[in-house]
């Protein structure tokens, strides 16, 4: 069984969600953490196809061909940044750049927790 959920995450997506990565936990949680924001990175490979450049301290892409880059996160990784959007959004601290990793991440399994909640009522 493959425990790991596959998000597609655009430029900005990927933007927001390293700025809400932790830079203080335990060693292998933060071992974790450092490889995913190593992922969700821009590479060689994106500033070639997004055409991206940086003019006066901003960066810039071509949004249109932005198709996103699919990110695996395994359980623990998921947990983390679930609970890290959870409790932004609960805090009332929900930025726009995190929406729709909030819509993506969070919701869907806000859903199937209720779903499975609903199930055991019965």
């Given at each position: 069984?493959?425990?790991?959920?596959?998000?597609?995450?655009?430029?900005?997506?990927?933007?927001?969600?390293?700025?809400?990565?932790?830079?203080?936990?335990?060693?292998?949680?933060?071992?974790?953490?450092?490889?995913?924001r190593n992922e969700l990175a821009i590479t060689e490979e994106d500033i070639k196809k997004l055409n991206i450049?940086?003019?006066?301290?901003?960066?810039?892409?071509?949004?249109?061909?932005?198709?996103?880059?699919?990110?695996?996160?395994?359980?623990?990784?998921?947990?983390?940044?679930?609970?890290?959007l959870d409790d932004v959004e609960k805090g009332s601290q929900l930025k726009s750049q995190h929406y729709t990793?909030?819509?993506?991440?969070?919701?869907?399994?806000?859903?199937?927790?209720?779903?499975?909640?609903?199930?055991?009522?019965?």
């Amino acid at each position: 069984m493959d425990d790991f959920k596959t998000f597609r995450l655009m430029l900005p997506e990927r933007f927001g969600l390293m700025e809400l990565l932790p830079n203080q936990n335990n060693f292998i949680t933060l071992g974790l953490i450092n490889g995913l924001r190593n992922e969700l990175a821009i590479t060689e490979e994106d500033i070639k196809k997004l055409n991206i450049i940086e003019k006066d301290d901003k960066t810039m892409w071509d949004a249109d061909k932005d198709k996103g880059k699919e990110i695996k996160l395994g359980p623990k990784l998921f947990e983390i940044i679930y609970k890290i959007l959870d409790d932004v959004e609960k805090g009332s601290q929900l930025k726009s750049q995190h929406y729709t990793l909030f819509e993506k991440i969070v919701l869907p399994q806000r859903e199937l927790l209720e779903k499975e909640s609903n199930l055991r009522k019965k």
